[in-house]
């Protein structure tokens, strides 16, 4: 079993920039690849970043070159840096954990994080 917990939304200007936290409780951490997904009022859930255990990144293409995904596996927390935020960044951010084990899906989320890019 795995926990998660998000942190680092609030409120932030168009341009500006935060930085999510999503710090796992559970085993094994490195295991896992990371993601973070959103969801914006009325849209699907789209992700946004995802890193394997090995430090392998993809990011979408409406967030390539603003948002940078990275992990700390000794702190078992992975990172959203975002910059040059835009209004239609603003969604709930989900931290995502995966990984398959003989043939078994273990997925798990977080409780969401709030950001909001307004002036």
């Known amino acids: 079993q795995v926990q998660l917990v998000e942190s680092g939304g609030g409120l932030v200007q168009p341009g500006g920039s935060l930085r999510l936290s999503c710090l796992a409780s559970g085993n094994i951490f490195s295991a896992y690849t990371m993601a973070w997904y959103r969801q914006a009022p009325g849209k699907q859930r789209e992700l946004v970043a995802i890193?394997?255990?090995?430090?392998?990144?993809n990011t979408a293409d409406s967030v390539k070159g603003r948002f940078t995904i990275s992990r700390d596996n000794a702190k078992n927390t992975v990172y959203l840096q975002m910059n040059s935020l835009k209004p239609e960044d603003t969604a709930v951010y989900y931290c995502?954990?995966?990984?398959?084990?003989?043939?078994?899906?273990?997925?798990?989320w977080g409780q969401g994080t709030q950001v909001t890019v307004s002036s």
């Open positions: 995502n954990a995966r990984k398959v084990r003989y043939g078994d899906l273990y997925d798990y």
């Open positions: 890193i394997t255990g090995g430090g392998s990144t």
